[in-house]
């Protein structure tokens, strides 16, 4: 397939379309705290380290959201540059300068780092970015962990976003599925930041299935929580 997603764990995945590929909060820790968060698993850390295993694409960017560990350690970003070279890395933003900025860094690649609030008021001073991915004209919106009560995205309404990446509690809350509703053509939806079996002591899983049912969303919602699951991305 030509346009595909693969999903890494937890926030992490690879976009691939028509040839680029960018990876997006790919390198994280996992934690087994309050909230439980999957490690990457064994073979596809090695995946994506060694540069002689070729199960994954290389990434040509590789982007975070924001810098919280189960979305960026800068161990393993050191670690994957060691024996990697993609075309550029675009590091958590330390600025609190502009809510959003986009980057061209190649003819058919455009980024958005859209500016917004982290959930939860224990977090309202970190720097978070939702992000929009543009290749090819294909559109793919990560909001990462969003505060979908206070955030409308409502400037990215006129966008014909191809697929959104939201977390279970966005895709649970009906403050979220109203942001969902602002786009009126039809888009994928994949919820990510998701538990794997082992590790979902609070049945994460088996609430998005069941929000599934219930806002009617069966067709249109990819459940990312598998290892090695691969998603075909829809033209």
Known sequence: MENQIYFIGNAGVIVQ??????????????????YPVSQIPPHLYKDLIDVRRNSLPKPDYILFSHNH?????????EQYLESHTPRKVFLPNASRGTKSHICHPAKNVEIQFLRTRHLGKIFQDVIHNCILLKIHGISL?????????????????????????VNPLFFHSEKGQKILKQWEHPFQIFVYHVPFFKDDRYHMQSMVRKDMEQYQLQERTVLLCESNQIEELPE
């Not at 560990?69 to 970003?77: N, V, Y």
Request: net charge negative; aromatic share 14%; no cysteine.
């Open 17 to 34: 379309i028509r040839g680029i590929t960018v990876m997006i909060d790919g390198l994280y820790r996992g934690s087994k705290k309050e």
């Open 141 to 165: 919106l990560f909001t990462s962990d969003v505060d979908f009560f206070s955030e409308s995205l409502e400037e990215l309404k006129y966008e014909e976003i191809r697929g959104i990446f």
């Open 69 to 77: 560990k189960d979305h960026f350690s800068e161990t393993m970003l």
